[in-house]
C-alpha cells in the first residue's frame, strides 16, 4: 500500500523503481540473510543463547570489538590527518597520496592479511625493527589492530573528505575575526562542523571491521580466547557441521552491524535536518 | 560556496603554522607509508623475487587464465546487476519522499558491513542441498552453489552498495527542479532520465562502478565459501592465489595478486581522473555568476 | 545472450558431463570430479595424468579430472551441501562419515567397499625443525623441555591437527600402558584412567607453547617456514618432506620420533552422485588405480606411505623411517568418539583453553 | 488563452497551502502573483502548470476546476498542458549548452509533431536572438551570469510555444540592478508577444511595475485582485495596503463615522456605527505633506530625526510629540524649497488617510 | 575610531582586484562600498579587517598602509585588529544555539580578558534584546529566519566591542521586504551606538538610503567617495551617474561650451573647446518635465507609450520622434492632473542635465 505514498507526484517511476529495488533487494540480500536468521532458530532459544554465549564466543567478541573499536579509533585519529592534509595542504605525491586510500577496497583481503604478516612478523620489514624493543605485533591482537586498520583506512578518509570540503571557509574567517585562535577555531567550530561525519566514517570503519576475515586469520595467530575473532569462530562451527551454531552467531554480528548502520544513517539524517533545517 | 576541488584555496592567513603543516603531511606519509604502501610493497617485491622471468612464467598457467577470465565474468555480471539496482533505487529514495526510507537505506548499506563467511553461508543456506531452494532447484538441474552463478552472486552480494551509494545523496542533492522542467517541456519519464537525469550523475555512476568492480575481483572470503574450488573451474583470482600460495608457489601467488593490485592501480588512476572531472564539473555549477553581463 | 551463455555453462560445470567431444571410436569423453584436502594437491596432479592415459589406453575412453582442494571439513561441507564429487580423498574418515550422516550421500560402510579401510596410502605425524636441531628435539617428550616454541594448526578447523594432536596424547598412553590393548582391558580401568590423565597433561603442555593456532595446516606451515616463527612443526610426513624439498633443504630437517600415529587419509566414491552422474564404474575404477603399482608409486612419490609397500622399490622404502605406529582404532577406537571426547564443542580440547 | 480556476484547495499533510482560491486569469495579459513568503504562490502557480494536484475536495466539499480557454486541463499531465515554466533557480540543464536547453523541448516532441532540425535550428537561433544572447548558444548555463541564465530559461520556456507562460520568482535570485533591467526587458518582451502570462514574486515594486494584474495573497487565500492602480490606491484591507509599499500607521478611535488624527476630522462614512471602536489610520508617505508653519489646516507637530535627499525622492524622517516614528516622502523640488534640518520642527498633514477598523474577535 | 587606508593593490596572480586604493573612513560613521560585482569592494573590506593581505607594492611601487586611528594594524592578525565582520551569508556556527554564536567571541578571549560567565550572560541578553530575540537565545540558526539569521551574526560580531564594524552584504541573501526593515533597523542602530562601519553593497538605493559617506568602486578603483547626496547630486563620472539610480541618456554635439538637446541649448562652460565631440547628455527621469503643449520652453515631443500610476512614485514611459525611449517620474499628484493616456502626444523638458564627455581613445 505505501508504495504509492507519494500521491501524484509529477516525477514518474516510483513504483516502478521501489518495485524493482524491493525485489532485488529481497532477492540478493533479505531472503538470504532470513535463511541465516531461520535457520539459527530451528534450534530452541536456550540452546541458541548458549550457543551464543558459550565463553568462548564471548571472549571472541570481545577480542573482535576491542580490536574494530581500537582500529576505528586509530583510523579516526589518523585518517582525519590524512583527510585534512588531502583537502588542505598542497605537497608532493598528494594526487598519488589521495589515489591509493582506496587500495584497502581493492586488494583481495587474503593478500592484505599475507603481506601485512610479512611485514608485521617478527623476520619482517617493521617486525624485525620492532622485535628488539619487545614489541610483538603479527599473531597478537596487535596484529588484529593492525589489519582492521588497514582495511577501514577508506571509510573514514572518504567520508571525511568531501565534509571538509564542503566546510565553509567563512566560518573559519568568522572565528577568526571573533578572536579565536586556530586551535580553539579547530576545536570548536570545525570539530563540531563535521562530527557527524566523523561518527559516520568511524561507524563505517567499526562496521566493517566487526565482520573482516581474510586478512585478520593470517596476522591474528588465532589463539582461543585471546586473538580469536568471531567471524574464524562461525568457520569453526561450520567445520563441526554446527548449522545452527555458525548461523546464531552469524546472526548475532548481523544484528550488531545492522544497529550500528541504523544508527550510523539516523545520526546523519538528524544531523542534517537540525543543521540544514530540512 | 567553495570549491569541491581538492585542495581548496585558504587565505593564508588563516592556515596553520609551516611546523604544524609539516608534522602533519609528516604524519600522514609515514602513517599511509607504514599501512599501504608497505604492503603493496611486499606484493610487489615477493612477485619479483625470483627475477622476471618466474614472474612472467606464472602466467603461463592454465588455470591462471581460467581464474582471470572467471574473475572478470564475475564482475561483468554483478557489476551491472548493481549499476541498474543502483540506479532504480537512487531514482526511489532520492526523488521522492517514502515513510521507511531510514531503514531501505539502511538495508542497502547492510552488505558492507556483512562478514564475507557470512555474505558466502547465507547463499549456501539459500541454495544448498541443505538449504531452502537446494533439492528443488537440483531436480530442475540448476547449480547455484559451486558454480559459477554462485561466485555471481555472492559477488553482487559484496558490491550491493557501491553504486547506490554513490547516486543517493548526488541525487538528492541535485532534487527534481531539472526533472520537472524537462516534463513541463513535454519530455516522457524515459525522455527526462536518460537525456536529464543521467548525464548528470554520469561521473558519480562511473566512480561506483569502479570501486564496485575494484571490490568485485578482489573479493575472497565470501566466494571461497561458494566456489567449491575446482581447479580450472570455479576458482576466482583471490582463490587461485590463495591456492598458489598454499602450494608454497609464492611467487606464482604474488604475481597474480600483483596484477590484482595493478588493475585496481589502474582503477584508481581512472577513479582519480573521474574525481577531478567531477569535482569541476560540481564547482562550475556551484560558481555563482561567471559575470554580470550584458 | 553471451552472458547466458556463461551462466549456463557454469550451471553445466558439475561433473560428469558428457561433452562432445569423442574420444576413441564410441565412447563419449567424461569428466570425474574429486574433492580432495589441501597437502594432496601435487600427489593428485600427477595421478589424476596417469590416471587419464592408463583409462584411454585400456577403454579407449578420454577422461579428465578435475580436482578441488581445501580444509578437509570444509570440503566434506561442500559435498554435502552439493559440490557433486565422483570421490572423495579427504584426511580422515571423520569427515567422509559426515557425507554418510549429514548428507546420505554414501553408505554408512563405505570403509569397508577397500582394501586397508579405504586408506590406499598412509602417513604419519613428524616434526620439522631448523637446520642442526639447535634445540636437539628427538621425541614427543623433548616438545615440552624448556622454552621451546611449538607450530600446529587448530585441531578444530583442521584435520591435519587432530592427527597432531592425537599423536602426541596416544604417545603418552603408550608410554604410560606400554601396550595399548589395556585400554579395552576392563581390569586395567585404574591404569588407563592415569594415562589418560597423564596425556591430557602432556598435551596442555603442548598446546600451551603454540603461540599461533594457523586454521589450516599449509598456514602453519608457512607460519613455521617463512615467518620463522617457533622451533618445531608438527607435520604430516608428507607435508613436512614436502616443505623441506620446496622451500629449502638447507635451512630444515625432519625429525621421526620414536611413536606416532598411523594417519590414514580414506578415500570413497561418493554413490549418490556418481550415480547421477552414471560414473560409479569409472569411479571406482579411478580409486582402484591409487592400489595400482603405479598408484602407489606415485604415492611413494610425493612422500606418502604406500599402503601396499611391496609395490614400490626398496630405495623408496628407504625414505620412510621406521617407527613405531599406532591406528585410531587401536588407540581412540573410532574417529566419531575420538571428535566427540576432544574436539567437539566443551570437549577435551576446549577445557584446554577454558579460563581457570 | 485565458485560465478560470475554481474551488482550488492544497494541503500538505495536514497544513493548508491554499484555501479555496478563485481566480480568473484574462488572456494575453501579464498578471502577477504577489503576497509575503509562504503564501501560497508557488503551489497555485504549480498546480496550474500540473506540476500539482488541487486536493479533490475544498473544506466546504466543492470539487475543484482548472480551465484553459474553456476545456479542463485536471486530466491533462503537466507535458500535454502546453506551459511555459520559468522556475525561480532557473533548473537549466547544466550538461546541455545553451543551444540544446532552448532546443530541448522541440526535440522531445514525439515523433509525429517533431519538426525538421532545420526548423529546430530557426526557431532556437530566433529565440537566442530574442533573448539578446546570439552568441551565446554554445556555452553551458554554468558559463553564464544569473541575468543571462534566467533569460535562457525564459527562451527555453518559449520554445515549445505554451499557451501560457508560468514564471516563479523569474528574478528573486538576482542583484538589484540586474533584476531591475530584466524586470524592464520581460516588461517590453510581454507587449511584443501578448502571451498569457502569470508572474510570481513577493517584491511589490516589481509587480506593481510589470503586471496588467495583481494578485495579492496571503496565508493560502486570495486578498485583493486588480489593476497595479487600483490595488495600489484602494486596497481592500489592512494587509494589501501594508504589503504595498511604505505606510504610516496612526491609532483613533472612530464613531459615528467620524475619526481624528491629530486636529484634523476625518469621515468615514462606511463606519457609521455609534459605539466607539479603535481604528488604524493609514497615510503612505508621499500624502503626507511637511510645512515649517501651521497652515491653519487641522496638522500634527513633529520634530525631523532625519533626511535623505539622495534619490528620486528626498526621505524625511519625523518624530511626533508622542514619540511616533513619521516617513515622509518629498519631491526633491520640494525637498529644496523646504531645506529641512534635523531637530527643526515642522508640521504635517496628511492629504489621503485610508481608515480600517480590525475585525472584532469573540 | 577613524580607518586610514593607503596604497591598497591586490592581485589574485595576475588579477587585479585592487588598485592603488587609497581611502578614509570617518570614525563613528557607517561608510558605504557601492559598486558593481567584481569591482573588489570584497577585497577592500577582507583586507581591512585582515582576513586577506594587500600587496606589499603597488604598481607603481608603494608600500601599503593601514592605520587604525594612528596605529599602522598591518602586522596585526584578524582577531587582534578586533572589528566585528559581519558575512553575506551569516557563516553562523550552526551546531551553537544563537546564544553560544553571540557568546563565542567572549568565550575564546585569552584566560587573563576573559570575562566571568555572569558578565558574559549579561552582554548576550543585553545583545539578543537590541536584535529582538529575546526568546530566541536556545534556538539553533537553521531555526531562525534569514532577516533574524543576519541580526544574531550581527549581536555576534557586536559582542566583542568591536572598533570598527565591516558588513559585506548582510543583506544580499534576503527578500525585498525583509531587507528593506533590516536596512531600517541598521540605521537605527548605528544611530544608537555609533561605531565606526563599512558596509558592502551592490545596491545602490541601500547604500544612499543608509550610510554616511558612500564610496563608490568600479573595476578595482575607488570612483568618488561622498555623502549620499553628494554621490547622486554631483557624480563625479557617468559611470557614477549611471550606476545610481536611473537615467535617461542622449547623445549631441558639443561644441565651445554649448550643446543641443532638441530644440534646447545647454551650457556647459567645462567643455570650453571650439571642435566639435560627441557628449552623452544624463537627465534623470524625475528631472524631467511634461506637458500638454508646448510651453515654449524648448522641449521634445514625444508619445506616450506606457504610464504607471502605482507606487509612490509615477512611471510614465515615452517614445521620442526619432524612436528613443525616454522614462519620466512624477508625482502622483501632478500625474493626476496630466492624467495621460498611451499614445497622446507630450513635451519634455528637463529641468537638470548632466554633460560627460567621452575620454578619447588614442
Ligand atoms: N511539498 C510540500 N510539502 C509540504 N509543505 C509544502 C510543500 N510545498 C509547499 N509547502 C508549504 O506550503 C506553504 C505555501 O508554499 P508556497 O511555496 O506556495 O509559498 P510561496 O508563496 O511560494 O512562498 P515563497 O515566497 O517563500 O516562495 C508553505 O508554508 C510551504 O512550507
Ligand atoms: N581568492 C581569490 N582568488 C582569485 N581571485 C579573486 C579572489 N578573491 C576575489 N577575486 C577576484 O577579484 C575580483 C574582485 O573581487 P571582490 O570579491 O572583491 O568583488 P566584489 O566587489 O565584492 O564583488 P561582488 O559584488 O560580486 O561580491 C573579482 O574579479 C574576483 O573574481
Ligand atoms: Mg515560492
Ligand atoms: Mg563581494
Ligand atoms: O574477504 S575476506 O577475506 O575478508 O573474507
Redesign the interface.
Known sequence: M?LT??K???????R???A??LV??SL??????A??ML?SFTSSWTEVWQKIS???VVASYKVTILCSLVAATINLV?GF??A????????W???F????????????????G??????Y??????GSLLEPLGVQV??TQLGII?AL??IG?PFVVRTLQ?AL??????????????????W?TFV??IL??I?PSMITGFA?SF??A?????SV??IS?????KT?I???L???K??????V???AI?TT??LM??V???II??VQ?HAGR????A | MSSLALGKKIPDRLNEPLWVRAILIAITLSFLTLMLLMPLGVVFWEAFSRGISAYFKSFQDPAAWSAIKLTLVATGIAVPLNLVFGLAAAWAIAKFDFPGKSILVTLIDLPFAVSPVVSGLIYVLVFGMQGWFGETLDAWGIKVIFAVPGIVLATVFVTFPFVARELIPLMQEQGTDEEQAALVLGASGWQTFWYVTLPNIRWALVYGVILASARAMGEFGAVSVVSGHIRGKTNTLPLHIEVLYNEFNVVAAFAAASLLTLLALVTLVIKSVVEWRLARERSEILKPSAAEGA | AALWSLTLAGCGSSTGETSGQAAGDQKPAVTLLNVSYDPTREFYDDFNASFSAYWLEKHGQAVTIDQSHGGSGKQARAVIEGLEADVVTLALAYDIDALAKQGQLIEADWQSNLPHDSAPYTSTIVFLVRKGNPKQIKDWSDLVKGDLQIITPNPKTSGGARWNYLAAWGYVLKQELGDLKKLSDPKAAEEVKAAHAKARLFVAKIFKRVPVLDSGARGATNTFVQRGLGDVLLAWENEAFLAVKELGPDQFEIVVPSVSILAQPPVTVVSKYAEKHGTQEIAAAYLQHLYSPNGQQLAAKHFYRPALKELISEAERKQFADVELFSIKEAFETWEKAQKEHFDDGGVFDQLYQPQ | MSIYLRNISKTFGTYSALRDVDLAIPSGKLTALLGPSGSGKTTLLRIIAGLETPDERTASGQTPKILFSEEDVQSRSVGERRVGFVFQHYALFRHMSVYENIAFGLRVKPRAERHTSTEIHHRVTRLLKLIQLEGFGSRLPSQLSGGQRQRVALARALAIEPKVLLLDEPFGALDAKVRKGLREWLRQLHSEIHLTSVLVTHDQEEALEVADQVVVMNQARIEQVGTPTEVFQHPASEFVMEFLGNVNVFQARLSSGQTKLGELTIDVPQYPHVQPRMANLYVRPHELEIARISNGKASLSAQVSRVNAAGAVARVGLRSGDGHDILVDLTPQKFQELNLLPGETVFVSPKKVRVFVPDYQI
Do not use: H
Open positions: 505505501w505514498f507519494p501524484r507526484s509529477v516525477i514518474p517511476g516510483f516502478l523503481t521501489m524493482y529495488t532485488y533487494l540478493i540480500v533479505l531472503i538470504p540473510l535463511a541465516l535457520r558459550e565463553p568462548r589518523f590527518i590524512v585534512w592534509t588531502l583537502t588542505r595542504y598542497q605537497f605525491g598528494r594526487k597520496v589521495d589515489a591509493i586510500v582506496d587500495l584497502p577496497f581493492a586488494l583481495p583481503t587474503a593478500v592484505s599475507i603481506a601485512l604478516t610479512a611485514i612478523a617478527k623476520n619482517g620489514w617493521i603479527a599473531f593492525v586498520t588497514f583506512i568531501p570540503e564542503e566546510l565553509e571557509i567563512d566560518l573559519e574567517e568568522a572565528a577568526a575575526s571573533l578572536g579565536a585562535n586556530r580553539q570548536r567550530v563540531p562542523a562530527l563505517l562496521a566493517r566487526l565482520g573482516e576475515y581474510g586469520v593470517f595467530g588465532n589463539m582461543p580466547m580469536e568471531t567471524s574464524l562461525i568457520i569453526t561450520l567445520e563441526q557441521y554446527d548449522f551454531g555458525a548461523s552469524a554480528m548481523l552491524s545492522f550500528l548502520l541504523l544513517n539516523l539524517w537540525v543543521l540544514r533545517g
